[in-house]
């Protein structure tokens, strides 16, 4: 993480507070900072990451054919780099904000990164070979 990050607090709680649902062959809820066994039986290494997104850059929210757009482009280069894909999306328990996502297995960290830098995103959330998600502050 960040040691400081222009990122509102609030958001940065809010996507703490967030279940991140990977669906698939193992469908599985996930929480920052709490280890996942389901998560844990997966092969694929060295990481998961929950949250390659497109929708609403920066947290802001943004019409639905726009975030669709969003959505396609990023399927479309995740598609291009050969990773396995997983449907999956946010959703935080109380205020009901969500949004769709990609969970990726097997992709690396730096990569991980560069796609929530490209497609302007607050944060992601890493999971390592311990299936701990981690918040990871972009900015």
């Not at 920066?58 to 396995?84: F, M, P, V």
Request: charge should be negative; proline fraction near 6%.
């Amino acid at each position: 993480m960040l040691n400081s990050s222009t990122v509102d607090p609030a958001t940065i709680q809010a996507y703490r507070e967030t279940h991140f649902i990977v669906e698939g062959d193992t469908p599985m809820t996930l929480r920052v900072g709490e280890r996942n066994e389901a998560l844990a039986s997966y092969t694929v290494k060295p990481g998961l990451s929950l949250a390659p997104s497109a929708s609403n850059p920066y947290s802001q929210k943004h019409d639905d054919d726009l975030n669709a757009r969003r959505q396609e482009a990023l399927a479309d280069e995740l598609a291009k780099l050969s990773l396995r894909v997983i449907e999956g999306g946010g959703k935080h328990p109380v205020d009901e904000w969500g949004e769709p996502s990609f969970p990726v297995l097997g992709v690396s960290l730096e990569a991980a990164r560069r796609l929530g830098v490209r497609y302007e995103q607050n944060a992601l959330v890493w999971c390592a070979a311990d299936a701990v998600p981690q918040l990871l502050l972009l900015r």
